[in-house]
């Protein structure tokens, strides 16, 4: 079953980073941000096995499944390699899956974050994308393919292995358009020229695009008054061809309502406003940022429970502004004493599931000289 682009929603909702009260999800701001998405026409939700600790998928089905017709959205979720050892913890998880959303079914089924190592040799050990035909043939999921962080060489290789696969998910942005490490800009175009669509996911870069320098803001202000940074970014993706859904993790009403008015009347970026994309790309580079995006993967195996994210967030801080003393207040009110960049133990845990393949213990060092001397 081909996908056809023109029916799908350009604006994807991810349920990565959803609002929480009290340490759990609030589910009413999720319900409200669900109402104003579908009221604007858009249906395609995106969840994991793993997000918020499993309670994605659940909020997935207390906001959505439950109150909106099965057939008046799309959904998508995926299945992890690291929870995986045997053959039969994939229908074990998969029926997990099921049960935390209710849906029956799923519109998309993503074999979760591709990449050279484990994952790519565990989906391949594991017989994964036979036993994800056999689900498509079983009615339990309607569309296959799988996520991304690897080379463009795996890319290609995962592809010819694996012609059955309709759609794939990559980092796309104009910040990692040319990085070396995600290589947006060669896994695009290897898509591209296959005609295989594309899910994007990482627009903004973890809020780093919507929330760059004062520098850029100045230059995307006099170029679009009024409008924001996100909608810079999230332009720049909507103007390729071949993308299929453009996903965002979206944490509250206001991003809802930016992002609702970008996509609205999408205009594609203008030859001028590349230009300025191109300069905004290398003021970022220039500034020697940290490529976290807050997935938090690290976080969930992390023996020291260290806030690694929010500690990034934090010395990006330190390049971006240059102001030294608001970035150590920020760390001493909302970093945790027992979760701060020096209680790292070096055990490399972080690293190993990281899909922007930093140096994270080398990154905490440097962070732990910074802030907690």
């Known amino acids: 079953m081909s996908i056809d682009l023109s029916s799908m929603p350009k604006l994807g909702f991810g349920l990565m980073r959803l609002p929480e009260r009290d340490g759990n999800i609030d589910l009413t701001a999720v319900c409200d941000m669900a109402d104003r998405y579908m009221a604007a026409g858009l249906n395609y939700f995106d969840t994991a096995y793993v997000y918020h600790g499993g309670k994605s998928e659940v909020a997935a089905r207390e906001c959505i499944v439950k109150r909106y017709p099965r057939d008046s959205f799309f959904l998508a979720t995926k299945l992890p390699a690291w929870c995986m050892k045997a053959p039969e913890d994939r229908d074990r998880i998969f029926g997990e899956q099921l049960e935390r959303t209710g849906a029956g079914y799923f519109d998309f089924y993503l074999l979760h974050s591709i990449e050279e190592g484990n994952n790519y040799d565990t989906y391949e050990r594991l017989d994964c994308f036979e036993w994800g035909l056999q ?38 942005n104009y910040a990692d358009w040319d990085n070396p490490v995600v ?74 309502d930016d992002n609702l008015g970008t996509f609205k009347n999408f205009e594609p970026l203008s030859d001028d406003e590349r230009k300025l994309i191109h300069k905004a790309a290398d003021i970022l580079h220039g500034a020697d940022m940290i490529g976290c995006t807050a997935c938090r993967y690290c976080c969930d195996g992390c023996p020291a429970g260290i806030m690694i994210p929010d500690i990034f967030r934090t010395l990006n801080a330190v390049t971006m502004y240059k102001e030294d003393w608001r970035a150590k ?12 960049a020096s209680g790292c133990i070096g055990c490399g845990q972080c690293e190993s599931v990281c899909p922007q393949h930093l140096e994270i213990r080398a990154l905490l060092q440097k962070a732990a000289e910074h802030f907690d001397k």
Request: charge should be positive; glycine fraction near 8%; aromatic fraction near 8%.
């Open 135 to 172: 689900k498509k043939r079983e009615r339990k999921i309607r569309h296959f393919g799988f996520s991304f962080h690897g080379t463009p060489e795996l890319l290609e290789r995962v592809l010819d292995k694996h012609p059955e696969i309709e759609f794939v998910q990559i980092q796309l």
């Open 183 to 256: 290589s947006s800009g060669r896994l695009y175009n290897i898509l591209h020229e296959r005609n295989i669509p594309m899910i994007v996911m990482e627009p903004v870069k973890g809020g780093t695009l919507a929330n760059p320098s004062p520098e850029i803001l100045d230059m995307f202000g006099a170029a679009r008054p009024g409008k924001s940074a996100a909608s810079w970014a999230f332009r720049f993706v909507g103007s390729l061809g071949g993308v299929m859904t453009i996903l965002s993790g979206m944490s509250n009403a206001e991003q809802m």
């Open 329 to 340: 207040n920020y760390y001493n009110a909302n970093i945790a004493p027992t979760a701060r």
